[in-house]
């Protein structure tokens, strides 16, 4: 019998695949002359060495034939910088949860800048229904196992947001649309990570429905800042003053959204760990 080895092209898969699995090691490092430990991720798609900071957890991805020694003094050389991101995200990480820990009876639920009970009565329903009236109330079907109800209400809180928010958007562009004549072709409310709205270059708008949970001024802002990109495709000051046109205290509602918006974004936990913000530090190494 053959060795795999010496089969037609299977020796250069073998390799390919063990150095793959190499240049995309974990090793993990602690050094006394540094106040946090921290890992090493080769990647042969890095180019440079960087640190990226998450909320309790250092690692520094450099490629594979990065020399140990340079990424440590690179470590060394930007500790001050390291403690500092870990401490910022620390905070933000004890501030972050908007979102209850668990969907059911008595929770608090984020929307429109406040925060509202939540009620859950069982029904003969087949599917949840959710109702608001100063406080949500969930109708919840009487043969659903406890153990998924806090899920599904999460699920279907969502979708009812989501429902809302096309509602809400539709209602603010109807009221500023004609003032200047800023007509989108279309709105779509979507979920993203890193964006509240954007504009298309053909008058495509898409809002960010987690705006639901801020105050609503803040809402009726981004729905203002991306109509006024129908007419102004940048953020000169030809801009900024229609956006005042339409909504003299925008100002305001701008930094709220700048100083909340992490809290926001990771409302309702919707994207679990992988939500996590980074700081990263890069570095160019010969």
Not at 138 to 166: G, Y
Not at 190 to 199: A, D, L, N
């Amino acid at each position: 019998m053959p060795n795999i080895a010496s089969l037609p092209g299977r020796h250069s898969d073998t390799g390919k695949r063990m150095h793959n699995f190499f240049s995309s090691f974990t090793k993990k490092t602690a050094s006394p002359d540094l106040p946090f430990s921290y890992s090493i991720r080769r990647s042969q798609r890095a180019v440079k060495v960087r640190i990226v900071v998450k909320p309790g957890k250092v690692e520094v991805v450099a490629p594979p034939k990065a020399v140990e020694a340079s990424i440590h003094r690179f470590v060394q050389a930007q500790q001050q910088w390291v403690i500092q991101a870990l401490a910022k995200m620390a905070v933000k990480t004890q501030h972050q949860n908007l979102a209850p820990t668990r969907y059911g009876q008595g929770a608090n639920i984020p929307y429109q800048g406040q925060f509202f009970k939540m009620t859950v009565k069982p029904s003969r329903l087949k599917r949840i229904k959710i109702e608001f009236f100063n406080e949500f109330i969930v109708h919840v079907p009487e043969t659903m196992p406890i153990k998924e109800q806090s899920e599904s209400i999460r699920s279907a809180l969502i979708n009812w947001i989501k429902k809302q928010a096309k509602t809400q958007v539709g209602q603010l562009i109807t009221q500023h649309a004609h003032k200047n004549r800023l007509y989108p072709r279309s709105v779509t409310i979507k979920t993203q990570k890193s964006r509240w709205g954007s504009c298309g270059i053909h008058n495509d708008i898409h809002i960010n429905w987690l705006l639901l949970l801020a105050p609503i001024e803040v809402l009726e802002y981004v729905v203002v800042h991306e109509l006024c990109h129908i007419r102004e495709k940048n953020h000169s000051r030809q801009f900024w003053s229609l956006v005042a046109e339409h909504m003299p205290e925008y100002q305001q509602h701008r930094r709220w959204l700048k100083k909340q918006g992490y809290q926001l974004m990771m409302g309702l936990n919707i994207w679990g760990c992988t939500g996590q913000p980074e700081n990263i530090k890069d570095m160019d190494i010969e």
